[in-house]
Every structure is written in C-alpha cells, then in structure tokens.
C-alpha cells in the first residue's frame, strides 16, 4: 500500500517537478535547514515506484553516510553505509551510500552497481573539488537511469565542470538549477529557518610578515592583498586579544539564550586541530565546561556529533567537521575562527545555525564573525534577504542556506602573529546586524509550518525478507536495518574469535568453514536472515567443541 507523508510546500513542488523532468538529471538547489533529505529520499521512492532498482547516495563525508542511511531507513528504504568495492550488494538492501572520494576510487565497482539506477549525488559540487573526482563520478555514474543532485546553495566553477551539470555557457559560469528554494523564500514561508543575525567586530592588529617587517591595521584599513590573511590570522590568535574578546561575547549570548532554549548550543569552527584545541581550552576557562572538539582524523568524530547534537552540552569546536550536511538543530550561536572566507564556505557555516526548531515562537540566532570586508560582504547578502524577508512577512526568518568549502588558503611561512585587540562591535547601517534584535523579537504566529500531504507507492520489495513481520508505516521511526546486520557481523565475528582460539585454527579458515556450513558465499553479501542463521551455525559448532 501507499504511505502517504508530508512535505513542505518546496518539497512537493519539487516532487512533482523531479517526475516531469525531461533529462536523467535534476538539480535541486534549496537553503539549509529546507529538508533536502526528505525531499530526495521522497523522490527516490516515487521514482521506483514499487519496482526494485540500484540506489547509490554519494555525499561529501564519512559521517553523512550513516546519516543519509538512517534517515533513508524511516522511508522503507536500506542502504548500506559500510559498503567497500570488494562487497557485493545483500538481498536485503536497496543500495549503498558513499562518499564522493570512494566514488572515485571505487568508479568501476559503482558504474555496475548503479547501471540503470537511481544516483542521488548530495552537496554535488564536492564533485569539483579534485578533477579526479570530477571524472571519477561521471565515469561511476555515467551508466545510472536517473541522478538527482542536490546543492544548498546555487554554484559557479571555472575551473573544474562538475559532472551532470548544465552552465550557462557551456562547461563553466552559472549552474542551471530545475528547481530553487532560497532563503527569502524559506523566510517568507515561515518554520522552515531561522533569522540569522552578524555581531561583527573591528580590531587592531599587528604581525610580522614573511619578509621580517612589522605590519599593524584594522579591518577597516585598506591593506595590500598579501596581507589580507595575515590580518585575519592574527585577529585569530588565541594568544591574542581579539578571539577571547569575541569568545566570552559569543559565551554571553548563548548564556541569554539559554534561559529560554534550555538545550541551546554554541558552535567554533576552527582553523586547524592546534587552534580548535587552544579555542577549547579558553572556552572552558571562560564558561567553566569542557567543550566537545570535532578533528577530521578522529576516527569517532561522527559519534562525537551525534552525541553532541543530543546532549546539553554548551560549545562544541570544530575543523570543517560541521560545515556541512549535519544536523544539530539546537546550534543558536556560533564563531567564523577560520581563515577559510569563500562565499560557499561561509553560507554553508551559516546553515549550521540555520534550522528552525519546532516549538519556539522566537528564535533568532547569532553568527560572531571578525569584521573583514570579505565575510562582510557574504553577511551583508544574507542579511538584506533576511530583511527583506522581514518586510513581506513579520514571522519566523532565516537565514539562507549554502554550499561548498573548497578553501583555498595562503600559506603563510615565516608569518607571526603579535598581538590582536578587539576595537568595538560593527554597527550595521540597518540597525539590524551587530546589534541585539531582542526589542524586535520576531515571533511565529502560525505555528509550526503546514504540511502538504502526498501519497508514495510502496517501497521495492527486497529478497531475504519473507518472514519478516510488515511494518505498517514506512515512514515511522524503525531502526535503520544496516544497524542491525552491523550488530551481527560483530557477534559473528565473537564466534570466530572464540573457535579459532579453540581449534588454534587461522580466523580466515573458521570464515571458510562457517560460511559453508551456513550456504553463504560471502559475509558482506549475506541477508539478516543468513547472518542470524550463521550465529546460530556457529553456536551449535561451539557445543560441538566444548560439549555445552
């Protein structure tokens, strides 16, 4: 039977625009916090129809691949996060979710699994990030029926095309979007963001340059282009007084916050893992807590910020880790302590404190970001549509979402960094950026936003399921399927642990030896039902051996 879910007004626009496409490809570009997942994952399953075909999900990070598979899960739909090149598909899965850099490498291995399938490529300029990768995904994907790429933000490259895109001149300038939902838009709807507000602040700063010579300015001051960086890298020193400055500004706030958004987080992102460190360190000295830190080589940071995102805890820092794709709606303030300032990058930070929350009537959030004329100029453009926003309609804004992180930052040999000194908090010429909005509170009166109801057909029936008992909505909170084979995988493996310590047998043999007992070609390839039925194999083999 058909499960009928609601969308968003965008969400079912683009629903019905994505089935009466004329081309393979579809890109959808919407603000963070819009809900491009559910749009996509909906898109997915109305595509097939009922009929079972390949489904491959790539997406910038490791951590997104078990996101995209969890929430893939509360649409009747199992894809595999874990999958590797040398792993078949399971029976009992829809298809894999990987990342853009597996993509690549793995391009052989996925040109035949996704042959006249369904590609959903996500945040899809990553696909430009490296030509390699750029032809890596064409060739993998190359093959696929269909590919839905989804962006937060419209995008332009002149350098590297990316794959499946329309320009507007050719291979390079604008990208053609077939569907667009922008943040005035998702303003002016209501509940969908949040307005985002820009505390910025002026410094002096002073440096010694690559060539020994002593260098001071303000952001306010023109500096040659060289210097650019280093000015900012130096209002970035944590042993400086510019960044503690803003620090225990941005520690206030979210302070104030909290005695109404109990739950309400702050978020750093940091320039590297040396100065995410030293920022967690001023933190916990300002506000008396310990903040969780996000490096990109720790092997745990997908479990960090999923414990984060469901905790209390106050300030999380982070390097690129929560630039992008991840969900931590209770994030209300965050600090721009990066040297990256492209214009991507900075929308994409942006959307981390973007989603609207369900429940509160007033929930303005704050971006702290230093005074350079080039995060300026990207606050000033998200800014004038949140204000314009606020003319149409005096309810709930937000800001407009984002996309890419390519930065590309100077390396600075020899700089030093001398001293940094906060000179005033910035005030906007509107009045409405670098000061609090609190006399004006913007306030939902509408309630949460209204939803659109929109019948799916059923999900595609997978083999290795008949006994298991049918879910009555395919869209309820069940628990991801590739979790639970994961769990298996490990209890099988405590079996051959055990066995070959009792046999003084290599593990590799008791893998052989199960397998055949159980009628499994490969453990990776193997259903739920064969995973069950191959511990129970290996059980009724430890009774043999131990006579319990």
């Given at each position: 039977?058909?499960?009928?879910?609601?969308?968003?007004?965008?969400?079912?626009?683009?629903?019905i625009?994505?089935?009466d496409?004329?081309?393979p490809?579809?890109?959808?570009?919407?603000?963070p916090?819009?809900?491009k997942?559910?749009?996509a994952?909906?898109?997915?399953r109305?595509e097939?129809?009922?009929?079972?075909?390949?489904?491959?999900?790539?997406?910038?990070t490791?951590?997104?691949?078990?996101?995209?598979?969890?929430?893939?899960s509360?649409?009747?739909?199992?894809?595999e996060?874990e999958?590797?090149?040398?792993?078949?598909?399971?029976a009992?899965?829809?298809?894999v979710?990987?990342?853009y850099?597996?993509?690549?490498?793995?391009?052989?291995?996925?040109?035949?699994?996704?042959?006249?399938?369904?590609?959903?490529?996500d945040?899809?300029?990553?696909?430009?990030?490296?030509?390699?990768?750029?032809d890596?995904?064409?060739?993998a994907?190359?093959?696929?029926?269909?590919?839905?790429?989804?962006?937060?933000?419209p995008?332009?490259?002149?350098?590297?095309?990316?794959?499946?895109i329309?320009?507007?001149f050719?291979?390079?300038?604008e990208?053609?979007?077939?569907?667009?939902?922008?943040?005035?838009?998702?303003?002016?709807?209501?509940?969908?963001?949040?307005?985002?507000?820009?505390?910025?602040?002026?410094?002096?700063?002073?440096?010694?340059?690559?060539?020994?010579?002593?260098?001071?300015?303000?952001?306010?001051?023109?500096?040659?282009?060289?210097?650019w960086?280093?000015?900012?890298r130096?209002a970035?020193?944590?042993?400086?007084n510019w960044?503690?400055?803003?620090?225990?500004r941005?520690?206030s706030?979210?302070?104030?916050i909290r005695?109404?958004?109990?739950?309400?987080?702050?978020?750093?992102?940091?320039?590297?893992?040396?100065?995410?460190r030293?920022?967690?360190?001023?933190?916990?000295?300002?506000?008396?807590?310990?903040?969780?830190?996000?490096?990109?080589?720790?092997?745990k940071?997908?479990?960090?910020?999923?414990?984060?995102?469901g905790?209390?805890?106050e300030?999380?820092?982070?390097v690129?880790?929560?630039s992008?794709?991840?969900?931590?709606?209770?994030?209300r303030?965050?600090?721009?302590?990066t040297?990256?300032?492209t214009?991507l990058?900075?929308?994409?930070?942006v959307?981390?404190?973007?989603?609207?929350?369900p429940?509160?009537?007033t929930?303005?959030?704050?971006f702290?970001?230093?005074?350079?004329?080039?995060?300026?100029n990207?606050?000033?453009?998200?800014?004038?549509?949140?204000?314009?926003?606020?003319?149409?309609?005096?309810?709930?804004?937000?800001?407009?979402?984002?996309?890419?992180?390519?930065?590309?930052?100077?390396?600075l040999?020899m700089?030093?960094?001398?001293?940094?000194?906060?000179?005033d908090?910035v005030?906007?010429p509107?009045?409405?950026d670098?000061?609090?909005?609190?006399?004006?509170?913007v306030?939902?009166?509408?309630?949460?936003?209204?939803?659109?109801?929109?019948?799916?057909?059923p999900?595609?029936?997978?083999?290795?399921?008949?006994?298991?008992?049918a879910?009555?909505?395919?869209?309820?909170?069940?628990?991801?399927r590739?979790?639970?084979?994961r769990?298996?995988?490990?209890?099988?493996?405590?079996?051959?642990?055990?066995i070959?310590?009792?046999l003084?047998?290599e593990?590799r043999?008791v893998?052989?030896?199960?397998n055949?007992?159980?009628?499994?070609?490969?453990?990776?390839?193997?259903?739920?039902?064969?995973?069950?039925?191959?511990?129970?194999t290996?059980?009724?083999?430890?009774?043999?051996?131990?006579?319990?």
């Amino acid at each position: 039977m058909a499960t009928t879910v609601t969308l968003r007004r965008w969400q079912r626009d683009a629903l019905i625009a994505f089935a009466d496409r004329p081309l393979p490809d579809f890109l959808a570009v919407a603000c963070p916090g819009a809900g491009k997942t559910t749009f996509a994952l909906a898109a997915v399953r109305n595509e097939l129809g009922g009929v079972r075909r390949p489904v491959v999900v790539t997406v910038p990070t490791a951590h997104l691949k078990h996101q995209w598979a969890q929430a893939a899960s509360h649409f009747g739909l199992h894809l595999e996060p874990e999958w590797r090149p040398d792993h078949g598909l399971a029976a009992d899965m829809h298809g894999v979710v990987v990342t853009y850099a597996q993509a690549a490498s793995a391009r052989h291995h996925l040109r035949q699994l996704a042959k006249e399938g369904i590609v959903v490529l996500d945040e899809v300029h990553h696909a430009a990030s490296d030509r390699s990768w750029g032809d890596g995904v064409f060739h993998a994907f190359e093959s696929a029926g269909v590919r839905l790429l989804l962006s937060g933000t419209p995008f332009r490259t002149d350098d590297n095309p990316i794959p499946f895109i329309r320009y507007t001149f050719g291979d390079h300038g604008e990208a053609v979007s077939d569907f667009e939902y922008g943040y005035g838009e998702a303003l002016e709807e209501g509940g969908v963001v949040r307005p985002v507000y820009f505390p910025r602040f002026d410094g002096h700063m002073e440096w010694m340059d690559a060539n020994g010579a002593l260098k001071e300015a303000t952001f306010r001051d023109e500096v040659d282009r060289a210097d650019w960086s280093a000015r900012l890298r130096t209002a970035l020193d944590i042993d400086g007084n510019w960044l503690p400055t803003v620090l225990e500004r941005a520690a206030s706030r979210l302070s104030r916050i909290r005695t109404s958004h109990e739950n309400a987080g702050g978020l750093v992102i940091a320039i590297d893992h040396e100065h995410a460190r030293e920022i967690a360190a001023k933190l916990s000295t300002i506000t008396g807590s310990v903040p969780e830190v996000v490096l990109s080589d720790d092997p745990k940071a997908s479990e960090k910020i999923a414990a984060f995102a469901g905790s209390t805890a106050e300030w999380i820092v982070a390097v690129r880790m929560i630039s992008e794709g991840v969900d931590v709606p209770r994030l209300r303030v965050a600090v721009f302590a990066t040297t990256t300032t492209t214009a991507l990058f900075f929308r994409q930070a942006v959307g981390r404190i973007a989603r609207w929350t369900p429940g509160l009537t007033t929930q303005p959030a704050y971006f702290f970001v230093p005074d350079d004329h080039r995060l300026r100029n990207h606050a000033a453009s998200i800014a004038l549509q949140r204000r314009h926003s606020v003319e149409k309609r005096p309810t709930p804004e937000t800001p407009r979402d984002v996309a890419e992180l390519d930065s590309r930052e100077e390396q600075l040999s020899m700089f030093t960094a001398l001293s940094s000194t906060v000179l005033d908090e910035v005030q906007a010429p509107t009045g409405l950026d670098g000061i609090d909005p609190d006399e004006a509170p913007v306030h939902s009166t509408a309630g949460d936003l209204v939803g659109h109801p929109f019948d799916l057909p059923p999900p595609p029936p997978l083999a290795g399921r008949e006994n298991e008992p049918a879910v009555p909505d395919a869209l309820a909170d069940i628990r991801s399927r590739f979790v639970g084979k994961r769990e298996l995988r490990d209890r099988n493996s405590d079996r051959v642990r055990t066995i070959a310590q009792i046999l003084n047998w290599e593990h590799r043999a008791v893998n052989g030896e199960l397998n055949r007992r159980s009628g499994i070609f490969r453990i990776t390839e193997a259903t739920t039902q064969q995973l069950e039925q191959r511990l129970k194999t290996a059980d009724a083999w430890l009774e043999e051996l131990t006579g319990r």
